[in-house]
Nanobody, 120 residues
Framework: QVQLVESGGGLVQVGGSLRLSCVAS????????LRWYRQGQGKARELVAT???????TYADSVTGRFIIFRDNAKNTGYLQMNSLQLDDTGVYYC??????????????WGQGTRVTVSS
């Protein structure tokens, strides 16, 4: 089991920035991939950004060029730097840690979410 704790959400005006953090209870060096998802009011949860164990990153089209996913293995922490925030970025952001055990079974661990509200 891996516990994930997100923080860094809050209220910000359009054009502002926030940095979300996701602290894992176990070394993220052993993670296959770290992902950030978000869910807006009345919307399905969507994938925002992914960082693989090798450091490759991918982003949803809607956040490309504005958001950056990165991690600090020494702190067991993943981050999502969000710049030029827009109203549509409002939602609850979830951290996801995907791992594979020695038997090849894949597991997904989730944090409790942190709310981001962008106001005009």
């Amino acid at each position: 089991q891996v516990q994930l704790v997100e923080s860094g959400g809050g209220l910000v005006q359009v054009g502002g920035s926030l940095r979300l953090s996701c602290v894992a209870s176990k070394s993220i060096y052993d993670s296959d991939a770290l992902r950030w998802y978000r869910q807006g009011q009345g919307k399905a949860r969507e994938l925002v950004a992914t960082m693989t164990s090798g450091g490759a990153t991918t982003y949803a089209d809607s956040v490309t060029g504005r958001f950056i996913i990165f991690r600090d293995n020494a702190k067991n922490t993943g981050y999502l730097q969000m710049n030029s925030l827009q109203l549509d970025d409002t939602g609850v952001y979830y951290c996801n840690d995907q791992r594979t055990d020695k038997d090849g079974r894949r597991y997904d661990f989730w944090g409790q979410g942190t709310r981001v509200t962008v106001s005009s």
